[in-house]
């Protein structure tokens, strides 16, 4: 799903000692928005994405963190109000609702092993 809110994301600080199955938070959002972000998602930058920042938003429309694809520079920035890309999809930092789902590794391995008939 592309994100509805754009303005008004904060990064918060804190969470890189975080990790989920993934491997990495930018793996996460790969995996997740089915997509593969090459540029950071805050509007008017266009450098490397490199990390999955997580981000919240105060926004009633928003529930929940969220993880954005970032470069090294915004990723650095701390109490910033950042506006997103429109085309921004919007991954849930919530592992339960992802990576940590049961359903979602069931589906991993339905995948594996396809992939391991086909060779
Ligand atoms: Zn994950
Ligand atoms: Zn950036």
């Known amino acids: ?54 981000m919240i938003n105060s926004d009633s429309g928003v529930s929940g963190e969220k993880i954005i694809p970032g470069c090294i520079s915004c990723h650095g920035k701390k109490n910033t109000a950042f506006i997103l890309k429109k085309e921004t999809k919007d991954v849930s930092a919530n592992k339960l609702k992802t990576c940590n789902n049961n359903l979602y590794q069931e589906q991993l391995r339905n995948e594996m092993k396809i992939k391991m008939n086909k060779q």
């Open 1 to 54: 799903m592309t994100i509805s809110v754009l303005t008004n994301w904060t990064h918060k600080s804190g969470t890189s000692e975080r990790e989920c199955d993934c491997g990495s938070w930018l793996n996460h959002y790969i995996n997740f928005s089915r997509t593969e972000p090459l540029i950071c998602s805050v509007e008017g930058c266009n450098k490397k994405a490199e990390h999955g920042m997580h």
